[in-house]
């Protein structure tokens, strides 16, 4: 069968990634540091989800929506300081009304207040009263799904792998998360219970990414013991370095079509996602790989604790 | 690597059938899978995939239940059960019977009379006794003496947790009661944690009447109307309401004590008064509620009394005659439509205690349709970039990877409707995903196969090595993916749960497809071509 056929990443790619290593290690640390330093000033757009409150989504009955009418009609209620945003259709607008105080009932009570203003020109597409109870809840329960995931990410990398490949994995790893939360604290994009399931997920993809070099690497050592640790990691970079282009590229193609197509409800979502994952493939190359050389890792730290950790396993 | 057993080749072929079998019912639309299920037997079960509320539209509420609301009526009771004990014991009091809090307080000044009714309160606290293994149950309350004779009464944490749970479990009933008589299709009602209730309804959007139906305690009491002279203590001022339920028309001193037990009715219907042709409930007492209604209504002949719901009065006739009949009419300022909802709440019964709204969630149908048809495209483009890139970076290989693909998307399908998983918009976002993920198995073990052909393997051992290289790798990465899924699937609700089983099946269909059923087209294509070169 004849096809037309191309190749996204070249077979023998030979480039010197640790030679990079001069600019991504003050890059990346500049964007770890900018990252915290965003998300401790700037912080989240926390969604309902995390802040509570009240969010309406209305679709003009009769065309285009009016905001500033629904801003001056909004405002009017006594809520506080009250959302309104267009987006998708130029029909639809977004209302979003602050946690009032006086806990659940008060919640309610705002909702109400909002539909009977604007009933008579909106139809109500999706409509999200979240009380104070709730939110925090929600918060609690979504930093306990983080923690625990980059814990039970630590359990596996500490018995999958001799410790400096263990801990140049958690730092990739972290360094991707922390990108993330400033790719969220940058962009405004919003930041709800979705967003927690992207991060985690981008944590176990952008593992994913990490073990196939590090178990190359691994391989490599075993195989030439007497070459430079930095030509066995140049090596075996090299050698992977294309499937994960090509493993990234088809993920990422899926998260395009859900950024272009998924509608609204999930851009977010698929966004947030398609950053870490292009960090994710980022940090395993030019961040995990080099981290090794200055832990000390030599051909020697392997087959010493080889016994101890099984069967030795040859990978892709 | 060339020989695969023939159960296997058949195994995977049935497999990959099934699943296409399981979810043919889900795509053609609900008319013709009716249409199917009547052909077929009655025991082949034509399920189609449930779709979460973001995607068929609806609304999930959650109420809480009011732990003060529980824990002041427990104090309540508790008082009167200290009131009931004293007055048999007849025990005389120094001031009245406090209630704060947690705790009962009273005052016994006398020694004798204090140590009986500390002995009657130690079983009053166990009501359980002592089991049989020897082991008692929390007491319901601690009781503490100090000086004066003053009796603290204190209701335990346990207590109160019980009550709860057991007010959650009651009042899961009553809903279950009340949502059932409006009519409305399959609403799902259950206990979220300690002290919550969550209810789902398919394709409601204005969810007032369902907060107004659940919101209402339905706590119906006919007590006394309070005469001059009256301790303050035992009674409370209740206001009576018009028609709209705003404008005060009334207020009474309605003595504390109810007549009868609202448990006791059995049975409401709305109706018209016979004479003023008003709108009115008509309602029965059982035996028991009957024979407490007719003693009370003789002994109090000539005074007034009143119909309570929900602490307002709703009216308040004088008792002309004793009532011995075992029913009775309560008529008020009533709609029509008033007195057909207060009878569906009466025969429902009373809420064990206040329900607030914590959160509340609605989807229109229209925004679900949206979603699923955005969801769709996203599918679908994502399913022919894919395929596009396979086949072009692989050729032959990549046609294998893709049909091995479209099972893959099959069997996440198939394994939702066998488990009765809901499908959600995260859901939809986590297959496209598994699409983009599925293949990346693919790439590992034909990059792997390339790379051993490369280094000089023949085609069949850079098979062999491929496959077994590549599949460590492939496990390691899918069990990364795998503890998210678990962990999501656990913290999550609704739609992030959605997301977290269409992972985890991904992950596990994955293995299932890209890795053995792969290898079995390419073991037979082997077979067949015996080809000279890799076409990768």
Known sequence: ?316 | MQRFQRWKVLSILAMSLLALLIIIPSFIGEANRKAVASWLPSWLPVKAIVLGLDLQGGAHLVWQVDAADVTKSQIESLRDDVRRLLRDEKIPLAGGIGASGRSVQFRVPDETARTKVVGRLRTLAQPGGVTALGTTQPPVFEIAQSEGGLLRLTLSEAATNERIRKAVDQTIEVLRRRIDTTGTTEPNIQRQGADRILVQVPGLLDTNRLKDLVGTTAKLEFRLVAEPGYNPADIEMLKEFDKDGKTVTGEYPVEKRNMVRGEDLTDAQPGFDSRTNEPVVNFKFNIRGGRDFGEATSRNVNKLFAIVLDNKVISAPRILSPITGGSGQISGRFTVQAVNDLSILLRAGALPTALTVVEERTVGPGLGQDSIDAGKLAGYVAATLVVLYMLTTYGTFGIFANIALFVHIAMIFAGLVLLGATLTLPGIAGIVLTIGMAVDSNVLIYERIREENHLGRSIISSLEAGFTRAFATIVDSQSTAMVVAVILYFLGSGPVRGFAVTLGLGIITTIITAVTMTRMMIALWYRWKRPQTLPI
């Open chain 1, 1 to 316: 069968m004849k096809f037309l056929r191309f190749r996204l990443a070249p077979d023998n790619i030979k480039i010197s990634f640790m030679r990079f290593r001069r600019y991504s290690y003050p890059l990346s640390a500049l964007a770890s540091i900018a990252s915290v330093i965003l998300f401790l000033t700037v912080g989240l757009n926390y969604g309902i989800d995390f802040s509570g409150g009240t969010l309406l989504e209305l679709r003009n009955k009769d065309g285009v929506a009016n905001l500033a009418e629904l801003r001056t009609t909004t405002e009017k209620l006594g809520l506080g300081e009250v959302e309104v945003q267009a987006f998708g259709d130029e029909r639809d607008v977004s209302v979003r009304v602050r946690l009032q105080p006086g806990g659940d009932v008060a919640q309610q009570a705002a909702m109400t207040k909002v539909l009977d203003a604007v009933k008579d020109k909106y139809e109500v597409r999706r409509s999200e009263v979240v009380g104070p109870r709730v939110s925090g809840e929600l918060v609690q329960s979504g930093t306990i799904g983080v923690v625990l995931s980059i814990l039970a990410v630590l359990a596996y990398l500490w018995f999958r792998y001799e410790w400096q490949l263990a801990v140049a994995a958690v730092i990739a790893t972290m360094h991707d998360l922390l990108l993330t939360i400033g790719f969220f604290s940058l962009t405004r994009i919003e930041f709800n219970i979705t967003s927690i399931a992207a991060i985690l997920t981008i944590v176990g993809v952008s593992l994913n990414e990490t073990v196939i070099v590090l178990d190359r690497i691994r391989e490599t050592l075993r195989k030439y013991r007497k070459t430079p640790i930095a030509e066995i990691i140049d090596m075996s970079v090299n050698a992977v370095i294309s499937r994960t282009i090509m493993t990234s590229t088809t993920t990422l193609m899926a998260l395009l079509a859900l950024v272009l197509f998924g509608g609204h409800v999930i851009r977010s979502f698929s966004m947030a996602m398609m950053f870490g994952i292009i960090a994710g493939v980022y940090s395993s190359i030019f961040i995990c790989s080099p981290i090794l050389i200055y832990l000390g890792m030599r051909n020697d730290s392997l087959s010493a604790v080889e016994p101890e950790k099984g069967k030795a396993k040859e990978n892709a």
